[in-house]
């Protein structure tokens, strides 16, 4: 299994100009891929304006969206915004994509939030027809049925959310299954995320803190996702020993803090 990073895109009040530094540390590290999330209102940084920033200091690593919003765009902005970063990278990026949990990222696009799922389907079906350029490897991510739908007609691959081993085995078997009820030869691409913070108990809890805030909208469940923050080596271990007994291809691993110390703490833990 391979492992990856994420940028500090999510964090709100990152400094655009930390994200090259990143990269670049990133790609003389021993990851596999960088990763970005989609949080329109909640002051993240642009996903695809990431990915190109990173990709204008990187030549190895994959540049992977975990995931975007597609609804928020249209499917040619979408395109738009993503051959862009394939251009800047020579052709490194995965794009994953799903409908997105949060209304507020739809109030904050001011894209209605009711009928994204529809939406959704037509901009996958669009796709391959507005493509200018090699299309991006395409994962497509969600938890009923519908998604696993979307990746066996549409995707190359399945991106999970995030959670314990257990949770990620349990929608990997789902995508497996839903391909070959689909047809479709060989076996999907299967993409996993955690979350980590490493340095002492003042960092450890602010990133605790961060998890806390993003997840808000889970309610109550938000205190179970921030426990869930893997914040020692151990921990660490645990879960990407997890992840490739499930049969994870990629686990990308993505910051609770903008602190570009914490790329050379996940180095050397892995």
């Given at each position: 299994m391979r492992?990856?990073?994420g940028l500090p895109n999510g964090i709100p009040g990152t400094d655009p100009s930390l994200l090259p530094a990143w990269a670049r540390r990133a790609e003389a590290g021993p990851f596999t891929s960088l990763g970005v999330i989609e949080r329109t209102g909640y002051g993240a940084l642009d996903p695809f304006d990431s990915l190109t920033a990173a990709a204008n200091v990187t030549e190895r690593v994959r540049l992977v969206t975990m995931v975007a919003v597609a609804p928020l765009r249209t499917a040619e902005a979408l395109v738009d915004a993503a051959e862009g970063v394939q251009r800047a990278s020579a052709g490194r990026l995965v794009l994953g994509m799903a409908v997105?949990?949060?209304?507020?990222?739809?109030?904050?696009?001011?894209?209605?939030?009711?009928?994204?799922g529809a939406r959704f389907?037509?901009?996958?079906?669009?796709?391959?027809?507005?493509?200018?350029?090699?299309?991006?490897?395409?994962?497509?991510?969600g938890t009923d049925d519908r998604a696993f739908?979307?990746?066996?007609?549409?995707?190359?691959?399945?991106?999970?959310?995030?959670?314990?081993?257990?949770?990620?085995?349990r929608a990997a078997e789902k995508a497996r299954a839903a391909w070959i009820d689909g047809g479709r030869p060989g076996e999907p691409r299967l993409w996993g995320q955690s979350y980590f913070a490493l340095g002492d108990e003042e960092e450890v809890?602010?990133?605790?803190?961060?998890?806390?805030?993003?997840?808000a909208f889970t309610g109550p469940f938000?205190?179970?996702?921030?426990e869930g923050l893997l914040t020692t080596p151990q921990a660490?271990?645990?879960?990407?020993?997890?992840?490739?007994?499930?049969?994870?291809?990629?686990l990308v691993l993505l910051p609770a803090l903008a602190r570009i110390e914490?790329?050379?703490?996940?180095a050397e833990v892995l």
């Open positions: 492992v990856g990073i997105g949990a949060r209304p507020e990222d739809y109030v904050a696009a001011g894209v209605p939030h009711r009928g994204r389907d037509d901009q996958l079906t669009r796709l391959p027809g507005l493509w200018s350029e090699e299309p991006p490897e395409i994962l497509v991510g739908a979307r990746v066996t007609r549409h995707a190359d691959g399945y991106v999970h959310g995030g959670g314990p081993p257990r949770a990620f085995a809890e602010r990133g605790r803190a961060y998890m806390l805030d993003y997840y938000a205190r179970r996702i921030a660490i271990a645990h879960q990407i020993r997890g992840y490739a007994e499930a049969g994870c291809d990629e914490q790329v050379d703490r996940l």
